[in-house]
């Protein structure tokens, strides 16, 4: 049985396609036909936004092998270029630093999994990452941590 850990598809929705539809959407109907003059300036954080969500990549873990995708192209990550991995906004959104520098933000910023904590007000517990880390629990210390109600 092959293991495989892939971002959450209703987070990929949420914020590769919607989040920068409505970033870069919003400020182009509000300025319509005076996009290009000084307003320019109030629209460009959205317009950053926006690219930044477009930007976001799909993180996969297939047969041990880690892999991310952008738009169309899949790209493999070798283990020993792995820095560091991190939750930067905890429901959605968790980055990679590569020994390399990877454009356009330098780090990778990718689409979380679905958290295994079933509580909604604790901090999440991603597999993904948990892989990424090379954080693995053993079965007898899941159900030691376990709650008895």
């Avoid at 109907?29 to 000084?38: I, K, N, P, Y």
């Avoid at 952008?70 to 283990?79: F, K, N, Q, S, V």
Wanted: a positive charge.
């Amino acid at each position: 049985m092959r293991v495989v850990l892939r971002s959450k598809p209703t987070n990929v929705f949420l914020a590769k396609f919607w989040g920068p539809l409505l970033c870069a959407g919003g400020p182009l109907l509000v300025f319509g036909e005076d996009f290009l003059t000084w307003q320019f300036l109030l629209a460009f954080p959205f317009l950053m936004g926006a690219l930044f969500g477009a930007s976001l990549a799909i993180l996969e873990v297939r047969g041990g092998v880690l892999r991310y995708r952008r738009l169309l192209r899949w790209t493999t990550i070798p283990e020993d270029e792995i820095v560091g991995a991190r939750v930067e906004w905890p429901p959605v959104l968790g980055s990679i630093r590569l020994k390399r520098f990877l454009f356009p933000w330098g780090r990778l910023y990718f689409v979380l999994d679905a958290s295994s904590d079933p509580k909604p007000f604790r901090k999440g517990e991603y597999p993904l990452l948990r892989h990424i880390r090379k954080e693995f629990i053993h079965e007898d210390q899941d159900s030691a941590n376990m709650d008895p109600s």
